[in-house]
């Protein structure tokens, strides 16, 4: 490979890798050419159950562009971006191309350091309530990838929500094809993908919310009354803003990370088709809700491994390898 040798790509790389996804599926392939990197939708990860339309999968990938701009900006690199540049290849979701030195920014060197700290955190948080100020801060992060983090703070949202969320878990609990998928990508410890026994949350004795269940037998425990749940919206949809959205959501979880925050996904209602309809008129149906998660005071948990980067990496078509 050509450039994989050098730190910036390969700072670049082992940050994008860093990114959340759906049962830790990884659905990300990374086509290296000379100072350009193309991320793209590694079709095999796809969850098939779970995730049908790819919408998951592109918020992942959306996740790794932002994860890789950052960490070439402090390795000293500046870098141009552009999302969906071949219509002939769909699965091609963002072109990366290293331009000149860059002195990063506090902020990029804040949001950077904290690519490495967040992982989902699926335990029960701690009663401390999230401050006004940092509530803004992550809606903030949102609103500069042009997408809108709304917090369910309105009198009936957050329970209309939730009721929502477990009638969608139900659902899934249910359904064979969701659970032979589930249990497909909850791995041994050991596994370089797919979701390791002790990142699995206890199921809530008491609470809103229901934890996706992978499988532990670790028994229930109380989580918060109150939990600060989020809904990502923008405010449209398709793969472009799909890919957008995923950007927001990295930058509104990175900055939560560097608060001092845990997060952890509530993708339940986002992966029912009714339940998505449902979910969006309850946001007054000019939103298109892409992703849903609790944000708290957590206790530490520890993060999951990923596939090396040598796993995810192939020389750009038309390029020469050596
Ligand atoms: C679009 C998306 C949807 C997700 N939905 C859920 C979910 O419904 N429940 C859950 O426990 N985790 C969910 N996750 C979190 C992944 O399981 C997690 O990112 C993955 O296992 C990697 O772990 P990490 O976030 O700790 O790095 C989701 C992640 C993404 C990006």
């Not at 990300?28 to 793209?40: A, N, S, T, Y």
């Not at 949102?142 to 878990?169: C, F, H, Y």
Request: aromatic residues 4%; hydrophobic residues 40%; neutral net charge.
């Amino acid at each position: 490979m050509i450039l994989t040798e050098t730190p910036v790509v390969t700072a670049g790389l082992e940050a994008a890798v860093r990114a959340p996804s759906p049962h830790n599926s990884q659905p990300w392939l990374f086509e290296l050419g000379p100072d350009v990197i193309d991320v793209v939708l590694d079709e095999d990860r796809v969850l098939e159950v779970c995730d049908p339309d790819r919408r998951e999968a592109r918020l992942s990938c959306g996740a790794a562009v932002l994860n890789l701009e950052l960490a070439i900006a402090v390795a000293g690199r500046s870098c141009d971006v552009e999302l969906l540049p071949r219509k002939d290849r769909p699965e091609l979701l963002a072109r990366v191309v290293i331009g000149s030195r860059h002195r990063a920014t506090a902020a990029e060197q804040r949001l950077a350091a904290s690519i490495r700290a967040r992982y989902s955190n699926r335990r029960p948080f701690a009663s401390t309530p999230v401050p006004a100020g940092f509530r803004h801060a992550v809606r903030q992060a949102a609103r500069e990838e042009g997408a809108k983090l709304i917090l369910l703070d309105e009198v009936g949202l957050l329970e209309a929500v939730a009721g929502l969320i477990r009638r969608a878990d139900h659902v899934q609990m249910l359904d064979e094809g969701f659970q032979a998928e589930l249990r497909a990508w909850t791995k041994e410890n050991g596994s370089r993908d797919g979701v390791p026994a002790y990142a699995g949350g206890p199921r809530p004795s008491c609470g809103l919310l229901p934890v996706r269940h992978y499988g532990m037998s670790e028994q229930s425990r109380e989580f918060e009354r109150d939990p600060v749940v989020a809904v990502l919206t923008t405010p449209t949809d398709g793969p472009l803003a799909q890919i957008r959205a995923g950007r927001a959501m990295q930058r509104a979880l990175l900055t939560a990370t560097s608060l001092g925050l845990s997060a952890s996904f509530y993708s339940q209602p986002m992966e029912i088709p009714s339940a998505h309809a449902v979910l969006r008129s309850l946001l007054g149906d000019n939103e298109n809700p892409q992703a849903v998660f609790r944000l708290g005071y957590g206790f530490p948990g520890s993060t999951t491994p990923r596939r090396p980067v040598d796993a995810v990496i192939r020389t750009r078509p038309g390029e020469d390898p050596r």
